[in-house]
C-alpha cells in the first residue's frame, strides 16, 4: 500500500481541521482528493509531508511512519505543490542536482530520466536559467522534472491542472500513466473534475475535514444515481447539499 492515512486527526492550533480522516491509496493508483475551499484538502498534504504532526492516528507512506525513519519516509515521497516553490539562486541544472542529493538517487540514471522530462516540457535548453527568468507554468514544469526523476512511492500532486498549458497536462498524465505502471501512486487534488473524472482510478470527498465518501466512478454514480451522471454533477448536488447542513 502506498499510502495509508488512518483516522487522522489534526491541525493548527488545538481545535482539529482533520477529524477521524482514513483512506489510502493502493499500488499503481491515480487517486484525487475533492473539497471545497477550506474542505482540508491541503492540511492533508502537509500532514502526509510531515509538515505537520496529526494530534492522533497514523499515516504510513510504503509501509512507514515518519517517526519510524524520517529520512527514508521522506524519500518515498515527492511533492508537486501548487504554487511552486524554487531556489532563486539556483539554476535549473542545479535545481536537478540537488534533487539527485536530497533522494540520493544514481547521479546518470536521475539525469538521464532528466533529460526526457526536460525535452517533453520543452525546457531542455534552459538548464542554465534562473526561476526568475521563468514562468509560472515554467517553474510548475521544472517541480514535475526534479519530482518524477526521483524514485518515490509516492507523488503527491497539488492541483495540477491549472497552471499547465493543454500540452504538459497531456503529457503530465502520460508521465503519471507510466508510474501507475511500474507500481507507483499518486494523490493529487483538484477542482478540475472533468478531467479528474476521466484520469483517476478512485476518489476521495473530503467535506470539513471528514472523508464524505471514497470510492471508484462507477461506486459514486451507483451510490448517488439520482444526483446526475458526471463526477461534477454529483459533486455539486453533494456540496450543496453539505454547505446547507
Ligand atoms: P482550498 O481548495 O481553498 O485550497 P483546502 O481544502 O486545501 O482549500 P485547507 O487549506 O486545508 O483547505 O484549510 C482547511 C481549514 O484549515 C480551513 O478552515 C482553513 O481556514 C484552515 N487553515 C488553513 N491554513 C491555516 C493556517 N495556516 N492556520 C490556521 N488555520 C488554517
Same mark, same amino acid.
Given at each position: 500500500?502506498?499510502?495509508?492515512?488512518?483516522?487522522?486527526?489534526?491541525?493548527?492550533? /488545538?481545535?482539529?481541521?482533520?477529524?477521524?480522516?482514513?483512506?489510502?491509496?493502493?499500488?499503481?493508483?491515480?487517486?484525487?482528493?475533492?473539497?471545497?475551499?477550506?474542505?482540508?484538502? /491541503?492540511?492533508?498534504?502537509?500532514?502526509?509531508?510531515?509538515?505537520?504532526?496529526?494530534?492522533?492516528?497514523?499515516?504510513?507512506?510504503?509501509?512507514?511512519?515518519?517517526?519510524?525513519?524520517?529520512?527514508?519516509?521522506?524519500q518515498e515521497i515527492a511533492y508537486v505543490p501548487e504554487m511552486p516553490i524554487?531556489?532563486?539562486?539556483?539554476?535549473?541544472?542545479?535545481?536537478?542536482?540537488?534533487?539527485?542529493?536530497?533522494?540520493?538517487?544514481?547521479?546518470?540514471?536521475?539525469?538521464?530520466?532528466?533529460?526526457?522530462?526536460?525535452?517533453?516540457?520543452?525546457?531542455?535548453?534552459?538548464?542554465?536559467?534562473?526561476?526568475?527568468?521563468?514562468?509560472?507554468?515554467?517553474?510548475?514544469?521544472?517541480?514535475?522534472?526534479?519530482?518524477?526523476?526521483?524514485n518515490a512511492k509516492l507523488f503527491v500532486i497539488d492541483e495540477p491542472f491549472?497552471?499547465?498549458?493543454?500540452?504538459?497536462?497531456?503529457?503530465?498524465?502520460?508521465?503519471?500513466?507510466?508510474?501507475?505502471?511500474?507500481?507507483?501512486?499518486i494523490l493529487m487534488s483538484t477542482h478540475v473534475l472533468d478531467t479528474a473524472?476521466?484520469?483517476?482510478?478512485?476518489?476521495?470527498?473530503?467535506?470539513?475535514?471528514?472523508?464524505?465518501?471514497?470510492?471508484?466512478?462507477?461506486?459514486?454514480?451507483?451510490?448517488?444515481?439520482?444526483?446526475?451522471?458526471?463526477?461534477?454533477?454529483?459533486?455539486?448536488?453533494?456540496?450543496?447539499?453539505?454547505?446547507?447542513?
Open positions: 500500500m502506498s499510502l495509508e492515512v488512518n483516522k487522522l486527526t489534526g491541525g493548527y492550533s /488545538s481545535i482539529p481541521v482533520l477529524k477521524n480522516e482514513s483512506f489510502d491509496v493502493k499500488d499503481g493508483e491515480l487517486v484525487s482528493l475533492i473539497g471545497l475551499n477550506g474542505a482540508g484538502k /491541503s492540511t492533508t498534504i502537509n500532514h502526509i509531508m510531515g509538515l505537520m504532526t496529526p494530534f492522533s492516528g497514523t499515516i504510513k507512506v510504503n509501509g512507514i511512519q515518519i517517526n519510524e525513519d524520517v529520512e527514508k519516509y521522506k524554487l531556489y532563486p539562486e539556483l539554476t535549473l541544472k542545479e535545481h536537478i542536482d540537488t534533487t539527485i542529493m536530497a533522494y540520493n538517487l544514481n547521479y546518470a540514471s536521475a539525469w538521464e530520466k532528466a533529460h526526457q522530462l526536460l525535452k517533453t516540457f520543452r525546457l531542455n535548453n534552459k538548464l542554465d536559467w534562473f526561476p526568475a527568468n521563468f514562468s509560472k507554468g515554467m517553474r510548475q514544469k521544472v517541480m514535475i522534472v526534479c519530482a518524477f526523476i526521483t491549472l497552471g499547465l498549458d493543454p500540452l504538459a497536462v497531456n503529457d503530465l498524465l502520460k508521465i503519471i500513466e507510466n508510474k501507475k505502471k511500474m507500481g507507483a501512486s473524472e476521466k484520469y483517476c482510478d478512485r476518489f476521495v470527498l473530503l467535506n470539513d475535514g471528514k472523508v464524505n465518501y471514497e470510492g471508484t466512478m462507477t461506486d459514486i454514480k451507483q451510490r448517488y444515481s439520482n444526483y446526475g451522471n458526471s463526477l461534477n454533477d454529483i459533486y455539486l448536488a453533494l456540496a450543496r447539499n453539505d454547505s446547507h447542513e
